[in-house]
C-alpha cells in the first residue's frame, strides 16, 4: 500500500486561497492517477480533481473548475491543490487518495485503492 500524508488545510474567509499537498512514499510506489476528495459532516464523499501520473491530464468536479488547480511533477511523489476563490461550501475534509482501478481520470471514490487521513479546510 501507498502511505499518502496530507498538509495545508486551515480556516480562511471566503475568497481567500488555500494551497493543500499530499506526500505519497511505500515500497513500491510509483506514479498512478491520484485525486483530491472532499466529505463534509453528513455528507458522502466526493471528487475534487484528478490527476494522471504524467501531470498532464487532468479532470475536475463542475463546483471547483476555474477555481482549484491539481498538479504534479512527473513521476513526483508528492500531489497539490491549489484553491482560489474559496467558498463556504468549500468547507470539509480533503484527502488525498491513490491506486485508481476504475476509469481514467476517475472522480468516483470507490475507484481508488489507498487514502490519506484528510486535512481539513473551513471557510468561513
Known amino acids: 500500500h501507498v502511505q499518502l500524508v496530507e498538509s495545508g488545510g486551515g480556516s480562511v474567509q471566503a475568497g481567500g486561497s488555500l494551497r493543500l499537498s499530499c506526500a505519497a512514499s511505500?515500497?513500491?510506489?510509483?506514479?498512478?492517477?491520484m485525486g483530491w476528495f472532499r466529505q463534509a459532516p453528513g455528507k458522502e464523499r466526493e471528487g475534487v480533481a484528478a490527476?494522471?501520473?504524467?501531470?498532464?491530464?487532468?479532470n475536475y468536479a463542475d463546483s471547483v473548475k476555474g477555481r482549484f488547480t491539481i498538479s504534479r511533477l512527473k513521476d513526483a511523489n508528492i500531489l497539490h491543490l491549489q484553491m482560489n476563490g474559496l467558498k463556504p461550501d468549500d468547507s470539509a475534509m480533503y484527502y488525498c487518495?491513490?491506486?485508481?482501478?476504475?476509469?481514467?481520470?476517475?472522480?468516483?471514490?470507490?475507484?481508488?485503492?489507498?487514502w490519506g487521513q484528510g486535512t481539513q479546510v473551513t471557510v468561513s
Open positions: 487518495a491513490a491506486w485508481n482501478t476504475g476509469p481514467y481520470l476517475s472522480l468516483d471514490p470507490s475507484s481508488y485503492r489507498d
Open positions: 511505500g515500497a513500491g510506489y510509483r506514479p498512478t492517477t
Open positions: 490527476i494522471s501520473a504524467s501531470g498532464v491530464s487532468t
